[in-house]
């Protein structure tokens, strides 16, 4: 298990996001999917945390509404040996 594992926190994009990441990643896959009781925070239902794996890594993302913005400055650095 990893020590650190990111944490993205998003409005209501998680699972698009998630998705997004990994068809881009290969060997990347998804996790799991948590959503909304009856009790909330969100409508019952809609996605409320999302984990996925991007080649190795575990990432987790969190629909909290817009209280934080999801801004370039938590963008991912990726080491490519080419741009293709």
Known sequence: MQKITPFLW???QAEEAMNFYVSIF???????IA????GGP??????MSVTFNLDGQEF????AG???KFTPAISMFVNCETQA
Do not use: W, Y
Request: aromatic share 8%.
């Open 10 to 12: 998003f409005d209501t």
């Open 26 to 32: 290969k060997n990347s896959k998804i996790g799991s």
């Open 35 to 38: 959503r909304n009781g009856e």
């Open 42 to 47: 969100g409508p019952k239902g809609t996605v």
């Open 60 to 63: 987790i993302a969190l629909n």
């Open 66 to 68: 817009p209280h934080f």
